[in-house]
């Protein structure tokens, strides 16, 4: 019997794409690409493709498209938003891997979801943008959604066999990023450089700045609050700097279950993709003795401000944590230009979340328009 599992990879250029096509090439006979979507990498777009012989790719950006076509005679070339979405509305494939930055991933997940395809989802923006969508149509499509992070597939092994009543709270880990040590008055002379050097984990620009503002535990709060469908009140973070445990759960008996592993996403890629195996594997082993010394600490609120303003989006719900997400990664890419300083990436999404017209219960559309509106409010904000 022929168990290969088909894939869609979204996102195929970045970090989690390229870690992800890394596990199908350790496991030809377990895998198959079917798909491959990049924005703007057509080179390395090309290369994947010419390697795995998918059936289809997209190219985000047009103006590569006549590139990647002449490149790749005998493969279908798609292009653009609209290619991207009927990419991912295919129904071809056994399992969809989200891999795309930023709100840009959200309605790809729809998609995939909507036609019936599981989804490997790392775009933590689709669950905080829309979150209950997406829980409603899982159930309505019967099809399964896979956590990538770390964080999420921490707590998700964590939970295998056990029952919900028995679960007091959920504890997400973050290193903390390059300015745990740092004092908050110097937060105003932040340089991109110096916020890009991540101590342990390699990523993507905009991700790493989200771990430099410590938003990216925010915005995983939200997820697993959508993921694991608990209160907000048992949702906790403890700061980890040597990043081994990815996440724990404690339950009412005062047990911890904690999953560890060195700080590889190849290793959360492959078990959403191979679930429910453990499939064996030569990456890095970890070594305790090694590693020698694990510690924890309180996570900072007054310093990391953006992490204040995800629990109160989370908990204020509705349209909320979309204004939060759009005009997070609209804020990020204006300090990576060189635009605002550090310390103005929460004070604008403040004075986003502060300006928008609340909706209770958010439709599709409605996600859209307000993604739109943020990301305008946003560029003609004036700088901080």
Same mark, same amino acid.
Request: charge should be negative; glycine fraction near 6%.
């Given at each position: 019997m022929n168990n290969t599992k088909y894939l869609s990879v979204l996102g195929s250029t970045g970090s989690i794409g390229v870690n992800a096509l890394n596990v199908v090439r350790s496991f030809p006979d377990d895998f198959r690409v079917r798909y491959l979507s990049a924005h703007t990498q057509f080179e390395l777009l090309i290369e994947?493709? +010419?390697?795995?012989? #998918?059936? /289809?790719?997209?190219?985000g950006d047009e103006n590569h498209f006549k590139m990647v076509k002449d490149a790749l005679p005998g493969i279908e070339v798609l292009k653009g938003r609209a290619g991207l979405l009927?990419?991912?509305?295919?129904?071809?494939v056994d399992t969809m891997l989200n891999g795309i930055v930023g709100s840009a991933g959200m309605e790809p997940t729809i998609r995939s979801i909507q036609a019936g395809v599981n989804v490997a989802l790392s775009n933590k923006e689709s669950l905080v943008m829309a979150g209950d969508l997406i829980n409603q149509l899982l159930v309505e499509k019967g099809v399964d959604l896979f956590p990538v992070d770390s964080e999420h597939s921490a707590i998700w092994q964590c939970l295998v066999g056990e029952a919900s009543e028995?679960?007091?709270?959920?504890?997400?880990?973050?290193?903390?990023?390059?300015? +745990?040590t740092t004092a #908050?008055? /110097?937060f105003k002379d932040i340089t991109v450089a110096q916020a890009l050097k991540?101590?342990?984990w390699s990523m993507g620009r905009k991700i790493t700045i989200d771990s430099a503002t410590m938003m990216n535990k925010g915005l995983e709060v939200i997820e697993a609050y959508w993921l694991f469908q608990l209160p907000v009140e048992k949702i906790d973070i403890v700061i980890h700097p040597q990043s081994i445990i990815h996440s724990m759960v404690e339950f009412v008996d005062g047990s911890v279950k904690a999953q560890m592993g060195l700080p590889d996403m190849k290793i959360p890629i492959q078990y959403a993709l191979s679930y429910p195996r453990h499939f064996p594997q030569a990456w890095e082993q970890l070594d305790l003795a090694k590693i020698g010394t694990l510690t924890f600490e309180e996570p900072d609120f007054q310093k990391?401000?953006?992490?204040?303003?995800?629990?109160?989006?989370?908990?204020g719900g509705g349209s909320l944590p979309v204004v939060l997400n759009v005009a997070n990664e609209?804020?990020?890419y204006r300090f990576l230009d060189g635009d605002i300083p550090f310390t103005a990436i929460p004070e604008l999404i403040t004075k986003a979340m502060n300006a928008h017209d609340f909706l209770e219960h958010p439709a599709l559309d409605d996600i859209l328009?307000?993604?739109?509106?943020?990301?305008?409010?946003?560029?003609?904000s004036k700088r901080s």
């Amino acid at each position: 019997m022929n168990n290969t599992k088909y894939l869609s990879v979204l996102g195929s250029t970045g970090s989690i794409g390229v870690n992800a096509l890394n596990v199908v090439r350790s496991f030809p006979d377990d895998f198959r690409v079917r798909y491959l979507s990049a924005h703007t990498q057509f080179e390395l777009l090309i290369e994947q493709a +010419r390697e795995f012989t #998918p059936a /289809a790719v997209v190219i985000g950006d047009e103006n590569h498209f006549k590139m990647v076509k002449d490149a790749l005679p005998g493969i279908e070339v798609l292009k653009g938003r609209a290619g991207l979405l009927e990419m991912a509305a295919r129904d071809d494939v056994d399992t969809m891997l989200n891999g795309i930055v930023g709100s840009a991933g959200m309605e790809p997940t729809i998609r995939s979801i909507q036609a019936g395809v599981n989804v490997a989802l790392s775009n933590k923006e689709s669950l905080v943008m829309a979150g209950d969508l997406i829980n409603q149509l899982l159930v309505e499509k019967g099809v399964d959604l896979f956590p990538v992070d770390s964080e999420h597939s921490a707590i998700w092994q964590c939970l295998v066999g056990e029952a919900s009543e028995d679960i007091k709270r959920l504890v997400i880990t973050g290193s903390g990023g390059p300015f +745990r040590t740092t004092a #908050p008055n /110097a937060f105003k002379d932040i340089t991109v450089a110096q916020a890009l050097k991540h101590p342990n984990w390699s990523m993507g620009r905009k991700i790493t700045i989200d771990s430099a503002t410590m938003m990216n535990k925010g915005l995983e709060v939200i997820e697993a609050y959508w993921l694991f469908q608990l209160p907000v009140e048992k949702i906790d973070i403890v700061i980890h700097p040597q990043s081994i445990i990815h996440s724990m759960v404690e339950f009412v008996d005062g047990s911890v279950k904690a999953q560890m592993g060195l700080p590889d996403m190849k290793i959360p890629i492959q078990y959403a993709l191979s679930y429910p195996r453990h499939f064996p594997q030569a990456w890095e082993q970890l070594d305790l003795a090694k590693i020698g010394t694990l510690t924890f600490e309180e996570p900072d609120f007054q310093k990391f401000k953006c992490l204040q303003l995800a629990f109160d989006a989370l908990q204020g719900g509705g349209s909320l944590p979309v204004v939060l997400n759009v005009a997070n990664e609209e804020a990020v890419y204006r300090f990576l230009d060189g635009d605002i300083p550090f310390t103005a990436i929460p004070e604008l999404i403040t004075k986003a979340m502060n300006a928008h017209d609340f909706l209770e219960h958010p439709a599709l559309d409605d996600i859209l328009a307000l993604e739109k509106w943020t990301q305008a409010f946003i560029r003609r904000s004036k700088r901080s």
